[in-house]
């Protein structure tokens, strides 16, 4: 069992910054691939980013490539998300989930899943 919390959401205003946390209940956290996904009003949930157990592997998806950078402590059972140069179209909210493995597809196999924080970028 795996309980998730994310924090860090807000309101920001194009360009900026925000860095999203996501803390883990659990002593096997580090055996964990955790990703981050996002949901706007009307749309379906998509992937983010993801980085592998160790931390040595990471993805992105195509629209927050090069301005997203997803980390993870696994001495802190935290994994986080650096988000830079935000655009209005990155207003979502944001899912911290935790899979025995990698996958984009949100519905793939069994996932622990966050509450979720919202993440709003003002024009």
């Known amino acids: 069992q795996v309980q998730l919390v994310e924090s860090g959401g807000g309101l920001v205003q194009a360009g900026g910054s925000l860095r999203l946390s996501c803390a883990a209940s659990g002593r096997t956290f580090s055996s964990y691939v955790m990703h981050w996904f996002r949901q706007a009003p009307g749309k379906e949930r998509e992937f983010v980013a993801s980085i592998r157990s160790t931390g040595s592997g990471t993805n992105y998806a195509d629209s927050v490539k090069g301005r997203f950078t997803i980390s993870r402590e696994n001495a802190k059972n935290t994994v986080y998300l650096q988000m830079n140069s935000l655009k209005p179209e990155d207003t979502a909210v944001y899912y911290c989930?935790?899979?025995?493995?990698?996958?984009?597809?949100?519905?793939?196999?069994?996932?622990?899943w966050g509450q979720g924080t919202q993440v709003t970028v003002s024009s």
């Open positions: 989930a935790a899979r025995r493995y990698y996958s984009a597809n949100p519905n793939d196999g069994y996932v622990y």
